[in-house]
């Protein structure tokens, strides 16, 4: 039905049958005879106006198009529209032949079986024509005789026969608008318009080629430089060494575009156009970028001889207009000292100067003759005049000029500032060669015919069935395509016979079988990744999502309802938006239109502009919206009232969103990822450029020839980057190949968070002034505040006033607009205004909190940072605290519904990028429920803080200035745009609020950068005499210092610039990021092997009213799940939002507390003639649930009543009657009885019929619980008299609840069975893991290929130093953490011990001061440990901040050092009588109750002296009093013990010879005898004197240390020589010293020694002996520890034995011995008696020489050896 290819020979040739005149051609004869043929194109149907009767053949060829050849066939001399073969007497040539190339040849007819009967199939018949355009409905005329080729003579000289009409077709039209974005992991989306589908251009399909990039780049010279691919230098600092590889973007990994919107006057074809060109950039553009927009059409739409024109408009400025005809390419390039800045919209007109024309056909009216001479003949030429009817093809006609154009963003590299788009400087990527790109399996649309692209997208067939018989539609074309009865197979080879434009590949569809993949409509399993078809499509039109909030549907009036969405694409005049709006249908579906307003952004005023129309489905439930009217830009917020739906109803109300699909015309979505199947078919790799693969390979033009399915699945490498280039292609053509500019990375999800170091809950300061100090006082409440973030609309304002009441004795009370007036003035001086207050509209009191709340009206906000004041009139009814109640505070901090948190994450790699970061919070700790989602995008791009100069400060700003009024030569044009928008001014950051030109409404001091004053000039002139001055803002006068204060957009994202610019590779001072200590959890910040990497630190605020919701990923998983899963449909990169907004509540008033209806008061069961129920009273204490769930220690909340789940429990829940409901009850109504039961509480009674006694109704009013054992036994009360008693079967339930009633102040009531139950999210019981209301979040970043994974918030805890603290305290602590906040400020530390609930236990525990962020990011903090003591403390690290409140408990991580006895005095003492000692050591404790100290004698308890009194002298000093029992000795060691159980446990010193006590041993006399003459030393003389004084000193010289001169007294001196008689005493101050028996043996050994010291004195030199008392030796010798004789070998001995008596092995046992018996237990005795310390290394080397055989003769030695 599609033709026949344009010069490609005839797929299915045309056959001719021979009939007689009265007689048929039979398959018998043998010979049929010959007779000439002739094919030409019909003569009617060239026929021109004008041309009377029968029109001359030169007429035909002149006024047609097209030429009738074959590839052998001779032609006629008259025209080229003929093709004859005339007679000869050639028999040869067979019957399927059209002629010879000789010309004149014999054809000859024979019988042909396809066809059943004699004639001729034509060989190689072609069609060719000048048109590009293709022509319709071309008929052939066939002719049998001779001088056929005459045509105007034919019809009586020859036998002729009429084709069908047949169109002759041509290449399809290249698709338009393509992008290329990286899109999943390691995939990419693809987008695109079809070209325009024509019968003449047909469309198949679509081939999909890529290349991979070499990333080597390609030189690309700016007349000064020659650069390779940019880098990021003048982003980031060329120190910080970031990779820059093909222009690395950390945003998106590449494949950026721009869309743009052009509108064209006039449209008349031939005539000049003027293009109005609006578009808002998505990034900065800098001097030298360029956006290249193609108009389509290449080289028929410019002038070639004109290159370059000049744009006017408001944007004309800004860049430098360049025209490539031949490419029909229009270059925007951004002019010198220009910056286009992000978010601006940009107009400018491209004016007729440009010489771009409109397309236009031959001969069309209006048409310049400029246009003919420029472009025209190649456009008749091109585009074609009229089909061969003489009238004009409704499927000819010229290309309009786009006004939807997708542009290409080629970074340029001029002043370093390239790299951020991720391309080659438009350069392309220089990969050519076999390894180095792929094809994608060809994608076709469902339809069996060519002239129309849609429905569900197939990939490896050749479109849909063809059909047995032909079904013409309208007129003559098929609505079919129809399967051929013919085909040659010699060109036919391999493929099933088809219609002549049928498309071409393994199976074209012939029958009921056809190849390939349909993909059927998986537009939400495509767009989520789920689909295991790789590639994957979405239906033709199909385009990305959009959220959708809807409002304003009230079911008594339903006629109107309200959509409001922001898309952050184009959406294009013609688009649909198909919404969902419920799962079950209206009753009636809605009517009428949508009136639809626009604004550039939800701060913006907006306006309505256009007329949309709207539709709905009212089986599927879906709303169509369809743009018609105007454009609508990216970022552009739509708000829709749709009106006219009269008895529009919806049984669940409407939805508060849900995601739309925008679809255009046929736009084409193709989405593929690593492991997608692959095409053997690609172009010739040794073409280059755009004609690449565009010739056909054979004559039957098939373009896929040699198309496969590759059996291996395509890797996509990670970190290459692809370029694209896109053909269609149909049966026979495939059209020249349209490439993407910029390429695209292959890029994975980003790495996950690295830290949380704050979540905080918004607070502020509140001045309070009171009408009144009487207690219990009605009293007027003037507030004073300035908040640091915005109060909007629906935003709360919580105060704690303890010991305040309200004289309403209601839990709740609402206090009215009346008692709220506005302030003036500011604090302390601001007075009530006496008007009501045009902020907060109401407040509420909770009477049990004492907290009073203030709600910010609708339409209604105070900016950051701007004072406000209001006051609460006394009559409201607030009083003050009695007289014995708290003092009246003036100063106290309010809690804000809005939320803040701060992360920190690793800087973006290229093959990582980083798009933002999504937020999760709740108040469900599992976040299973309740859990909202907000987006914080950010873009690292351009740097951390994308900065575009704006203006310059026209008046100084003071620092309480709202208002910055732009300059009269500031660019011109609407500046609503900045509404929303950042600016900065010197360090300031102000948020635009509003705009009024030229005046700017901002709030001051945002992004924690705080408000300061801004003088217009800065710095300091050269002379006074010439002050500072500026001139338009740009020049400064005055010399020196002297400058203008400039004016800057910037754009904050996630990332702030407000701490360490954003980046840093720092962990506290001066530590490295990578060091192991100094990273917490040890991430891996790195970017390579090389580059240890940045880390950088973002902030997101959620306020109340304020962010928008994002309905992208799931909820739930609990709190430790890391995957993110996105939700059924939506699109990686694309965090679906409504512009309505999250909630965020406050703890002030229980009724705002966020709740969940979870269940019903159970109704109880009705059963036989009684039924029970349940009567749920103001005291009952345990209720029966519908279903208990997840309420375990939560609160709930029945009607007004709030309750407290203590515990989940069996309980009863019906009473029905075991037989009869008894009789003749006289007692009436009463209380049932529990006569046997193991539960407790349960509560029931009955109501007894007046008329017969019968038992009528049971009332359950307390379930009762505990009952594991079965159900109770219950009767009525016995004294009910009855004749008949009736017996109960009871059923138990295990939903019952133990409850405690009347929480929050709320007052118990009774409750119907049947109530809802709402369960309310915010837990107030204190427990480790959630002490008290507040909210959990978790954040994660993502970029187009999806998500890392979730990073909790909590206190993260990794190590501490020292863990062992001296009791004295005052030691720093260093902690590495996270969680603990980033200011001094929120946090504590303590050391301690917890409750038996888990929560910290703060009478046993204390606190570590002082505590310091030692970070920024909150890694490192540190505290001054408390004096204190004990064995092991739990650390509790506990962060605070408004509502929110977290702690970490690290057990036992904390040990107080035990106390150190190192001396006490005396250490020798008497065995009997009190004795006081001092003793000395280290961390003795300064508490009483935690420190004792005891003798312990080692006998057990009896042993046990204690200290009494103990009396603490100092942290090193202890004075103990002993008092021994009379069984009780004093010898043994002073423990001092510290701590107690309380406290981790008490520690006791060491016990060792410092704190050894022992007896003090009995003095021993003994005398020396000296050779002297007495003489010498008269009695009473100095001499005397003399000689005492030096024996004693000799003596204690002779022990070296081991007597002291106090411990000798001589006793007497006497004749005999001289006889010295003295006695030795104990010191009685240590135990270790030598007793007087060890000192006289010693002194007698020595005197036996001539070499010894006591012989070597001045007077003991002369001694000849000294006596030893009996048992002095032993004394001696049990002192030292050692018995007085050896029996056997020491051990010293045993155990170091020589192996021989060579060197080695002696000198080894020396080493040996020696030790052991210098350290050893065995004191070397000799002649029996243990040497005395002194002598013990001599006597041991001695000894250990000998044994080990150093005495032994050299000449024994070489016998042993």
């Not at 060109?491 to 199976?507: E, K, M, R, V």
């Not at 550039?600 to 709303?623: E, H, K």
């Not at 029992?1525 to 010879?1553: F, H």
């Not at 051990?1691 to 000198?1707: A, G, N």
Request: charge should be negative; charged fraction near 15%.
């Amino acid at each position: 039905p599609d033709g026949v290819g344009a010069g490609m020979v005839f797929r299915v040739q045309p056959a001719v049958l021979l009939k007689g005149d009265g007689y048929s051609f039979a398959e018998s004869w043998a010979t049929h005879g010959h007779v000439p043929i002739t094919a030409a194109v019909k003569v009617s149907s060239c026929t021109q106006s004008g041309c009377a009767g029968s029109c001359a053949a030169s007429d035909c060829s002149s006024g047609a198009s097209v030429t009738l050849t074959s590839e052998d066939t001779a032609t006629s001399g008259v025209s080229p529209q003929y093709l004859t073969a005339v007679t000869s007497s050639d028999t040869s040539l067979s019957s399927d032949f059209s002629g010879a190339a000789t010309g004149t040849v014999d054809v000859q007819a024979q019988y042909i079986a396809s066809v059943g009967g004699v004639g001729y199939i034509w060989r190689d018949l072609k069609a060719s024509t000048s048109l590009y355009g293709g022509n319709e409905n071309v008929v052939l005329q066939l002719m049998v005789g001779l001088d056929c080729n005459l045509l105007a003579s034919a019809a009586t000289k020859c036998t002729v026969a009429d084709t069908l009409p047949f169109d002759v077709f041509t290449a399809p039209d290249p698709p338009v608008n393509l992008r290329v974005v990286p899109y999943n992991s390691l995939g990419f989306r693809l987008e695109f318009d079809p070209g325009v589908v024509t019968r003449l251009k047909p469309l198949s399909g679509f081939i999909i080629e890529v290349d991979t990039c070499t990333q080597s780049g390609t030189a690309f010279n700016d007349g000064n430089t020659s650069l390779a691919c940019p880098t990021t230098s003048g982003v980031y600092a060329t120190t910080d060494n970031l990779e820059s590889e093909l222009g690395s973007d950390y945003t998106t990994g590449g494949g950026l575009v721009q869309e743009v919107f052009a509108s064209w006057s006039p449209t008349t074809p031939g005539q000049k156009a003027a293009a109005t060109i609006n578009f808002t950039p998505p990034r900065r553009m800098d001097h030298g970028d360029r956006l290249v927009l193609s108009l389509g059409a290449p080289g028929m739409v410019a002038d070639p001889f004109v290159t370059s024109c000049t744009a006017t408009g408001d944007s004309a400025s800004l860049f430098d207009v360049t025209i490539y005809s031949n490419a029909s390419e229009v270059t925007l390039t951004v002019a010198s000292g220009a910056t286009v800045i992000r978010g601006a919209p940009v107009s400018l007109t491209l004016p007729t100067a440009c010489n771009i024309y409109n397309p236009a056909l031959k001969g069309d009216s209006g048409a310049d003759a400029a246009y003919y001479t420029a472009v025209g003949d190649r456009a008749s030429a091109f585009w074609g005049t009229k089909d061969l009817t003489g009238t004009v093809s409704p499927s000819v006609s010229a290309p309009a000029l786009p006004t939807f154009i997708v542009g290409n963003l080629l970074g340029y590299g001029y002043n370093s500032t390239a790299g951020r788009f991720d391309n080659c400087l438009g350069a392309g990527c220089d990969a050519f060669g076999a390894s180095t790109h792929f094809a994608v399996r060809t994608i076709q649309d469902g339809s069996s015919m060519d002239t129309a692209w849609s429905g569900d997208l197939r990939y490896d067939s050749e479109g849909g069935l063809c059909a047995a018989a032909a079904s013409n539609g309208t007129g003559t074309f098929p609505s079919n395509r129809l399967c051929a009865s013919y085909a040659w197979t010699g060109y036919q080879s391999g493929h099933d016979a088809g219609d002549n434009g049928a498309p071409i590949g393994t199976n074209p569809g012939q029958g009921s079988t056809t190849y390939g993949q349909s993909m059927g409509s998986i537009n939400d399993a495509c767009r989520d990744g789920s689909t295991s078809k790789n590639p994957c499509a979405l239906t033709v039109g199909a385009q990305w999502t959009v959220g959708v909030a809807l409002s304003g549907y009230d079911a008594a009036s339903p006629t109107t309802f309200a959509l409001t969405f922001k898309h952050m694409r184009a959406i294009q005049k013609g688009s649909t938006i198909t919404v969902p709006l419920a799962s079950s249908s209206y009753t009636s579906g809605p009517t009428g239109t949508s009136t639809v307003v626009t604004s550039g952004d939800t701060l913006a005023p907006a306006s309505a502009v256009t007329t949309w129309t709207a539709s709905y489905n009212d089986s599927l439930g879906v709303l169509t919206l369809t743009v018609v009217g105007g454009d609508v830009r990216a970022g552009d917020t739509v708000a829709c009232t749709l009106s006219g739906f009269d008895g529009l109803t919806l049984a669940a109300g409407l939805p508060a969103g849900a995601v739309g699909e925008v679809s255009y015309g046929s736009r084409t979505t193709v989405i593929f990822r690593n492991g997608e199947g692959t095409s053997s078919y690609l172009y010739p790799a040794t073409t280059t450029g755009d004609a690449a693969g565009s010739t056909v390979p054979n004559a039957v033009g098939s373009p896929l020839a040699d198309y496969a399915v590759s059996t291996a699945a395509k890797s996509i490498v990670e970190g290459s980057v692809y370029s694209f280039r896109v053909y269609a292609y149909n049966g026979r053509f495939k059209s020249d190949p349209v490439t993407a500019n910029v390429q695209a990375r292959a890029v994975t999800a980003p790495a996950a968070v690295a830290y949380v170091p704050r979540q905080s809950s918004e607070t502020m300061g509140v001045s309070i002034l009171y009408s009144t100090a009487d207690p219990a006082t009605a009293v007027t409440l003037g507030l004073s505040f300035t908040p640091r973030v915005t109060l909007g609309e629906g935003m709360k304002v919580s105060l704690s006033l303890p010991g305040f009441t309200h004289g309403n004795s209601t839990a709740f009370v609402t206090i009215g607009t009346s008692d709220i007036e506005s302030g003036t003035g500011t604090s302390p001086a601001f007075v009530a205004s006496g008007s009501a207050d045009t902020v907060f509209e109401e407040a509420s009191w909770t009477q049990n909190t004492s907290t009073l709340v203030l709600t910010v009206k609708a339409g209604a906000s105070i900016p950051a940072n701007e004072e406000k004041s209001v006051f609460v009139m006394s009559t409201a009814g607030i009083e003050t605290p009695p007289s014995t109640g708290p003092a009246v505070p003036y100063h106290v901090n309010a809690d804000v519904t809005a939320l803040r948190l701060d992360w920190l994450s690793p800087f973006p790699k290229k093959t990582s990028p980083r798009l933002g970061f999504v937020v999760q919070y709740t108040t469900d700790a599992t976040f299973a429920e309740d859990v909202q989602t907000v987006d914080f995008p950010e873009q690292l791009a351009s740097g951390v803080l994308d900065s575009a100069h704006l203006t310059y400060l026209v008046s100084d700003m003071e620092a309480n200035s709202t208002t910055v009024t732009l300059p009269a030569e500031a660019y011109s044009g609407e500046h609503s745009h900045l509404a929303g928008k950042y600016i900065k001014i010197d360090t300031e950051i102000m948020l635009v609020t509003s705009v009024s030109t030229p005046t700017l409404t901002v709030e001051r001091g945002r992004v924690d950068t705080g408000a300061g004053a801004h003088p217009v000039v800065v710095g300091q002139p050269t002379s006074d005499s010439t002050p500072c001055a500026c001139s338009a803002g740009v020049t400064s006068a005055g010399g020196g210092t002297c400058g203008c204060t400039q004016i800057y957009l910037v754009y904050v994202g996630a990332t702030t610039p407000s701490r360490n610019d954003g980046k840093d590779s720092k962990v506290a001072a001066g530590c490295a990021i990578r060091a192991a200590t100094c990273n917490p959890n040890n991430y891996d910040f790195s970017l390579s092997t090389s580059h240890a990497g940045f880390r950088t630190h973002q902030t997101g605020m959620i306020s109340h009213g304020v962010n928008d919701k994002v309905d992208w990923v799931n909820g739930g998983c609990g709190s430790s799940c890391e995957t993110i899963s996105m939700q059924t449909g939506r699109e990686f990169g694309n965090p679906v939002s409504y512009p309505s907004q999250v909630t965020v509540s406050e703890p002030g008033n229980p009724n705002d507390m966020p709740k969940a209806e979870a269940t019903t008061l159970s109704s109880g069961v009705t059963t036989g003639t009684g039924y029970s129920y349940l009567a749920l009273t103001d005291t009952s204490t345990s209720i029966l649930l519908g279903s208990a769930g997840d309420l375990l220690q939560r609160y709930i909340k029945i009607d007004d009543e709030f309750l407290y789940v203590e515990s989940l429990t069996t309980g009863v829940a019906t009473i029905s009657f075991a037989d009869s409901p008894g009789a003749g009850c006289i007692l009436g109504d009463g209380t049932l009885v529990e006569t046997s039961s193991q539960g407790r509480g349960f509560v029931g009674t009955y109501e007894v019929n007046s008329t017969d006694g019968t038992i009528l109704n049971i009332s359950i009013t307390n379930t009762g619980s505990g009952y594991k054992a079965g159900p109770p036994q219950i009767s009525i009360n016995p004294g009910a008299n009855c004749t008949t008693y009736p017996t109960f079967a009871v059923t138990l339930s295990s939903n019952v609840a133990v409850v405690q009633r009347g929480a929050f102040g709320s007052t118990a009531a009774a409750h119907d069975a049947g109530a809802t139950v709402y369960k309310l999210w915010w837990p107030t019981q204190g427990t480790v893991t959630a002490p008290g209301r507040q909210y959990f979040f978790r954040t994660a970043a993502y970029n187009a290929a999806g998500f890392s994974a979730w990073k909790y918030y909590g206190i993260g805890f990794n190590a501490h130093d020292p863990s062992n603290i001296p009791t004295r305290g005052q030691v720093e602590v260093e902690f590495a953490v996270e969680g603990m906040g980033i200011k001094n400020a929120n946090h504590s530390v303590w050391f301690g011990h917890p409750n038996p609930d888990g929560s910290p236990d703060f009478s046993r525990s204390r606190e570590c001061t002082s505590v310091t962020i030692l970070d920024v990011a909150g890694t490192r903090l540190n505290c001054r440990a408390p004096a204190w003591d004990g064995q092991a403390h739990d650390v509790f690290l506990r962060y605070y901040d408004g509502m929110v409140e977290r702690l970490r408990f690290i057990s036992s991580g904390i040990r107080y050092f035990p106390p150190d006895v190192t001396s006490v005095s005396p250490a020798l003492v008497p065995s009997r009588g009190v004795v006081t000692m001092t003793i000395f050591g280290n961390d003795f404790s300064s508490s009483t109750a935690n420190r004792s100290a005891y003798l312990d004698a080692g006998i057990g308890s009896d042993g046990i002296v204690p200290c009494k009194p103990l009396v603490y002298v100092g942290a090193n000093e202890l004075l103990c009093t002993l008092s021994p029992k009379a069984t009780q000795t004093l010898a043994g060691y002073m423990v001092v013990s510290v701590g107690s159980p309380d406290i981790g446990g008490a520690q006791m010193s060491t016990q060792n010879v410092k704190s050894q006590v022992s007896l003090i041993p009995e003095p021993v006399e003994s005398t020396a005898t000296l050779a002297k003459d007495i003489t010498e030393i008269p009695e009473n003389s100095t001499e005397r004197a003399t000689f005492v004084a030096s024996f004693i000193s000799d003596v204690v010289t002779a022990m070296e240390g081991g007597v002291t001169a106090d411990q000798i007294q001589v006793t007497s001196i006497t004749a005999g020589s001289i006889v010295v008689a003295f006695i030795i005493t104990p010191n009685a101050n240590s135990v270790s010293a030598l007793t007087p028996a060890q000192i006289v043996a010693s002194i007698a050994q020595q005197a036996a020694d001539p070499t010894s010291l006591l012989l070597s004195g001045s007077v003991t030199s002369g001694v000849t002996g000294v006596t030893v008392p009996p048992g002095v030796i032993a004394a001696a010798a049990a002192a030292a520890g050692a018995t007085a004789t050896a029996t056997s070998q020491p051990s010293y001995f045993t155990q170091c034995v020589p192996r021989s008596y060579k060197s080695f092995d002696m000198e080894t046992c020396y080493d040996c011995c020696t030790l052991k018996c210098e350290t050893g237990s065995e004191v070397p005795a000799v002649g029996g008696v243990p040497v005395l310390a002194g002598y013990r290394a001599g006597a041991c080397q001695t000894q250990c020489l000998n044994h080990c055989g150093y005495n032994i003769p050299v000449s024994t030695l070489n016998t042993m050896v």
